[in-house]
């Protein structure tokens, strides 16, 4: 029974918060992956609620997967085809993983890295295999307990524990509540009417009513809490309940109803693509999955089409390759100078020229304040910056810098900076020769001076 009360009064804590709909602010926070929508899929998430759904037997559809092949392991619910239509379930599965696919790469992209540095994200960091499970979790949700292959069934969103661990893997820092994986908030439409947006389920999985594993901590937070004993459960239940009861002692915490990550531009709208002549309800994500488009058209004429997986011709997705200087889903943004970033780690390093340019303003300052961490830290970023293009705020670098071109303005830097060190430092070392030899000089003189005056006054 304790164990439930505790459980039931940290859930009641935080459902109440998210009632109020009234978030802080921290201060002294570092926003973090603080994009809109916050998760992967989420804005999907209404639209996959309303379609009607049929339970497929999972050795069926995985012979027709290949990107969420490796994230789904379950019986799962495909969309039944409209009346009068006929599709075969390859067909199904195929653009279920299209959809996949697309809030994969624009999801990264949202991020600001890199998606074609993730075209295997099971091999890739534990951010990106959260955004891949998140996606496939969301697209092919698991069949209802006991529907038979064929059977109509419910759609089951994600877990809470899927959505925690995407939290956890990436490090999502919003620097207030508005984080959470589970809510219902009110959004106002075009029309003038208002709709529920609901996330996540509040259960941690595997569980019958979600999709979804466990949570990457559950095991670990559960032998910590029946490692203590009642006493220390009873003095965890009273401290638990005061710091959710404490608002600050007499300090105003700044407030807003408006969560930090809803005030972020919706990238699938900064991203979408609309065709010309078409209306802002006829826009789409992806001018390389419209068919018969112009070339020119594609990728806002800075990139290319190139599929996404040339090895599977069953499903031939294929997305924008930028031009060196442009980034994004669709080539809209420009990416920051390498040559720029080397120019100025090379020459203003120690002040934190650099790490301004790039845009991380907290690190340029901690730079300048420690004259580029007395030196170690300048050189360090002159060799990461100068050798591969490496990540700005958001995006990575254009690479318009030859690796020649750092190889020889780094040497022959390190050889100037040398000579004029070791020209210093002789410089330095004649002068006190000289001085040490004029004193010298002074000293004997004043000796032979000294002299004949002793001698004449002995004798």
Request: aromatic share 12%; glycine share 8%; with cysteine.
């Amino acid at each position: 029974m304790k164990w439930l009360f505790l459980f039931g009064f940290i859930a009641a804590g935080e459902k109440s918060l998210l009632a109020r709909d009234i978030y802080t602010t921290n201060a002294v926070c570092k926003q973090q992956h603080c994009i809109n929508p916050i998760f992967p899929g989420l804005e999907s998430l209404v639209q996959l609620k309303t379609q009607t759904y049929a339970c497929e037997d999972w050795r069926v559809a995985s012979s027709a997967m290949g990107f969420c092949k490796g994230a789904v392991s379950y019986d799962m619910a495909l969309p039944s085809p409209e009346a009068g239509e006929t599709r075969e379930v390859p067909q199904i599965v195929k653009e279920q993983e299209q959809l996949a696919m697309t809030q994969f790469a624009f999801h990264m992209s949202g991020m600001g890295l890199e998606f074609w540095d993730a075209t295997e994200p099971w091999n890739g960091d534990d951010c990106t295999q959260a955004v891949w499970r998140m996606v496939c979790y969301t697209y092919f949700p698991k069949c209802e307990v006991g529907a038979d292959p064929g059977a109509e069934t419910a759609y089951l969103p994600p877990c809470m524990s899927s959505c925690g661990n995407y939290v956890k893997a990436c490090n999502v820092q919003c620097c207030d509540e508005s984080v959470q994986c589970v809510f219902d908030h009110a959004v106002a439409l075009a029309d003038g009417t208002t709709s529920t947006q609901s996330a996540y389920v509040a259960h941690l999985g595997p569980s019958s009513l979600c999709t979804g594993a466990a949570h990457t901590g559950a095991l670990g937070a559960v032998i910590a809490l029946l490692s203590f004993g009642s006493n220390r459960m009873s003095t965890m239940a009273v401290l638990l309940a005061a710091a959710l009861s404490m608002q600050g002692c007499d300090a105003r915490v700044p407030e807003h109803t408006v969560g930090n990550w809803r005030s972020k531009t919706d990238y699938l709208m900064q991203y979408q693509y609309l065709a010309p002549g078409a209306t802002q309800d006829q826009a789409t994500l992806n001018s390389c999955a419209q068919p018969l488009l112009a070339q020119t058209l594609q990728c806002s004429g800075r990139g290319v089409c190139k599929p996404w997986d040339a090895d599977n011709l069953n499903n031939p997705v294929m997305f924008c390759d930028c031009d060196r200087d442009w980034a994004d889903p669709e080539c809209r943004t420009p990416r920051k100078s390498q040559a720029i970033a080397y120019s100025l780690s090379l020459f203003l390093g120690m002040f934190g020229a650099d790490e301004y340019y790039l845009g991380f303003p907290i690190w340029g300052a901690l730079k300048l304040c420690s004259l580029g961490g007395f030196g170690v830290w300048w050189v360090v970023d002159i060799v990461r910056i100068g050798s591969a293009p490496v990540y700005s705020n958001s995006y990575r670098l254009a690479a318009d810098l030859p690796h020649w071109g750092f190889v020889i303005t780094a040497v022959t830097f390190t050889f100037t900076l040398g000579f004029m060190l070791v020209g210093m430092s002789t410089f330095k070392h004649i002068r006190s020769k000289r001085k040490h030899a004029l004193l010298l000089q002074a000293e004997e003189a004043l000796h032979k001076f000294d002299a004949p005056s002793k001698y004449g006054a002995t004798n």
